[in-house]
């Protein structure tokens, strides 16, 4: 076939033009750009080289019949009039893909069978022979698309997706398709006079392969063995040979490339991914990758600046976001710090995660992630800043540390007198008492634990973080404590029990004393540290009403309140948790303060359930403390809770165990929380918050509230 045949290269939306230039540097005629794709005209042997040499196309498509088609009939007549024998041996194999839009045919799976069936119809009266359908590899893959009644049956050339190089072994998640990458990398403008790339985040190695075989001028199809014309009856097997005898003789000759690349990864499992694939693509030795975070990375090439690639997680879900929000600043800092004078092209599909990198880009595109509509942003990274500029922050930062060290200062005067009256050795010395500086502090004895609140939105991270390591840096001196006994966490927005969940594996534990008491708190390795340092006070007053009482502990986490109203001569406990880690140190909790006694009963179970449970039971509790989340989905709860929405519901469950001249203590953290009117005209209902608050979280009163509710007599 040497005449001129119109053909069509599909390609990612976005990429269009360079899709056009990269089919017209190839040597097809009349190229022009289309939706999501290019129209080109050439020879048989121009279609081949273009499914070989194309870094952008995702398939090509030879055209074999345009035609009307409004029924499913229509379809199949017009189908049945092309001669199949001579595209198909009569023991081949084929495959149908259909695309539809806003035509008379609506079903695409539909479509595609009747095009198989009259292809398969007409071998079976001539020949009573038929061909059978393989969808992997098929003699021949056609492609079938109908828009508004006007089809178009093509032979795929392809025979699978073009982005399939060959070379990828193994995935991570959510990889990037290597047409994409090649075409982020051309965007970029890769290769540069420098042949330097680095990647910060490599996953499974995609844009270091792709750009070191855009370097080496390796043909991006040289390692697939399938095409979709190999088994087509029509296929130039000579063209073909030719146009592989001549991949491989450029790739020989550009070889010797001095190219630099490398590819960081933090998660172990992508630099193994990442090694394979550069491995498979046979360019081992011009490709390092080594496990690195983003705080880890540096220029690795002696200061010859060059491309730095980086394609870092959108985040689908806020909490996703918001986490992320850390790294893309993180990210900037790198940049600014080990990567002088380079270029920079970060791709993402989140936009509002761009405005953490704290840099303006010079140039955008916009490209489509399969269905998801990203941006490349360019950015060129400036020198280092001069000595005055550096002086000015320098002046800044210090003026930064002054002001909460002199806050600081000022709190543990008043605090620490009031602490060593009153034996405290756990409590609250700041909580963000300047908004600038949004983090609580908390003294456990000779450890601070600090937790950093979720910065608003408004509120850039990177100026965030920087007043964090600011109250940090001043931390050991103010208070007179090791840099490494100064715990930092970050506290952002949680829900349920997801406050509890643990954050690290340190399994560090330490014992503390309060109100005569031992506890044991973690400070490392959960959010929370095992002790609710605002209900001290909380309690105290459950202590001194539990004499003689039986005791019921609600969501009652590590037990510290049963721990008090043991102390306090309750002539019984129940203490009721769903989670088997804080209800074993609850246990701890009182085998530390000597209450070993078989009054003292310890229930796993799901709160809410177990009092529908026991609402028909004898059981009947004088003293009952009810202190639920704010909202919890738990997958051990059978039900989602909101304290909001199902407080007075909870309220009467455990009113249902109640003596009826007992107390319930109800309290809860939401700060904006409202009780029920019903619960206050019902029963008598005194709300004690500002007794329950104590001295170090009076800079904050709404860090809980709390009702006394008992049945009117």
């Keep these: 076939m040497t005449t001129l045949q119109k053909y069509f290269a599909s390609c990612p939306k976005g990429v269009e033009d360079l899709l056009q230039k990269e089919i017209q540097q190839l040597g097809a005629s009349n190229v022009s750009a289309a939706f999501s794709g290019v129209n080109f005209e050439g020879d048989l042997k121009t279609a081949y080289k273009v499914c070989l040499w194309s870094r952008i196309a995702s398939r090509v498509l030879l055209p074999l019949k ?30 149908v893909n259909c695309f539809i839009n806003d035509s008379n045919i609506s079903n695409s799976h539909y479509a595609a069978l009747k095009v198989k069936d009259a292809i398969v119809d007409q071998f079976r009266e001539l020949y009573e022979e038929r061909p059978s359908v393989d969808r992997d590899r098929p003699n021949i893959r056609l492609n079938l698309h109908i828009n508004k009644n006007q089809a178009i049956l093509s032979l795929d050339l ?4 073009l982005h399939k190089r060959g070379y990828r072994m193994t995935n991570v998640a959510a990889p990037l398709k290597e047409n994409l990458a090649a075409a982020i990398l051309m965007r970029s403008g890769w290769p540069n006079d420098k042949l330097t790339l680095v990647d910060l985040m490599c996953g499974s190695g995609t844009f270091l392969t792709e750009a070191a075989m855009m370097a080496l001028h390796i043909a991006p199809g040289l390692r697939r063995d399938y095409f979709g014309f190999l088994g087509w009856k029509k296929h130039d097997a000579e063209s073909w040979k030719s146009l592989l005898k001549e991949a491989h003789a450029i790739k020989e000759n550009h070889s010797n490339q001095n190219l630099n690349i490398k590819g960081y990864d933090a998660a172990i499992s992508s630099v193994k991914a990442a090694k394979q694939n550069v491995h498979a693509a046979g360019l081992q030795d011009v490709i390092d990758v080594e496990q690195r975070s983003v705080e880890e990375c540096s220029d690795p090439v002696d200061s010859r600046p060059g491309l730095l690639v980086v394609n870092p997680p959108y985040g689908e879900r806020l909490g996703d976001v918001r986490e992320l929000a850390y790294l893309y600043s993180d ?59 550096m002086q000015a922050i320098e002046q800044r930062d210090t003026e930064s540390r002054t002001m909460i060290a002199n806050r600081l200062k000022k709190n ?72 490494e006994k100064v715990v930092v966490k970050t506290r952002r927005q949680q829900k349920g029990l997801a406050q509890y969940e643990k954050q690290a594996s340190v399994g560090y534990q330490q014992t503390v004393n309060e109100g005569g008491l031992k506890f044991i708190v973690n400070l490392r390795d959960y959010l929370d540290t095992g002790l609710f340092l605002d209900h001290r006070d909380t309690r105290e007053k459950v202590r001194e009403w539990s004499k003689g009482k039986r005791f019921l502990n609600l969501f009652a986490y590590t037990g510290s309140v049963s721990v008090y109203a043991a102390a306090g001569g309750a002539v019984s406990t129940t203490t009721v948790d769903m989670s088997n880690t804080y209800l074993n140190w609850a246990k701890q909790n009182f085998e530390l303060n000597g209450f070993t006694q078989s009054i003292h009963q310890f229930v796993k179970a799901d709160c809410i359930q177990w009092l529908k449970t026991q609402q028909e039971s004898a059981a009947r509790y004088d003293l009952i403390f009810l202190d639920p989340p704010t909202f919890s989905n738990s997958k051990t709860m059978e039900t989602v809770f909101d304290v909001q929405k199902d407080h007075v519901d909870l309220i009467k469950l455990a009113l249902g165990l109640l003596d009826n001249k007992g107390t319930l203590v109800f309290s809860n953290n939401f700060r904006k929380f409202k009780l029920d009117p019903w619960v206050t005209r019902t029963y008598d209902v005194e709300e004690i918050s500002k007794h329950t608050i104590p001295e170090d979280f009076k800079r904050n009163q709404k860090i809980h509230r709390c009702w006394i509710i008992k049945f009117r007599q």
């Design 158 to 161: 392809s025979g699978e997706a």
């Design 412 to 483: 543990l005067k008043h605090l620490k007198r009031w602490a060593n009256r009153n034996g405290i050795e756990c409590y609250r010395v700041y909580d963000a008492d300047l908004p600038e500086f949004s983090a609580a502090v908390d003294i456990y004895d000779d450890w601070v634990h600090v937790q950093e609140y979720q910065a608003p939105s408004s509120i850039d991270i990177r100026k965030a973080r920087q007043r964090l390591d600011h109250l940090v840096a001043v931390i050991p001196e103010v208070l007179g404590v090791e840099r």
């Design 331 to 389: 990210l900037a800092d790198c940049w600014k710090n080990h990567f002088s004078d380079w270029s920079v092209a970060l791709f993402t599909g989140n936009l509002d995660l761009v405005k953490h990198i704290g840099l303006r880009a010079h140039k955008t595109n916009t490209l489509l992630n399969g269905a998801i509509k990203c941006k490349l942003f360019h950015y060129k990274i400036r020198p280092a800043q001069s000595a005055e500029v």
């Design 66 to 95: 345009e035609f009307e088609a409004t029924t499913e009939d229509e379809l199949y007549k017009q189908v049945q009039s092309i001669n199949w024998s001579l595209h198909l041996p009569m023991d081949g194999t084929l495959a």
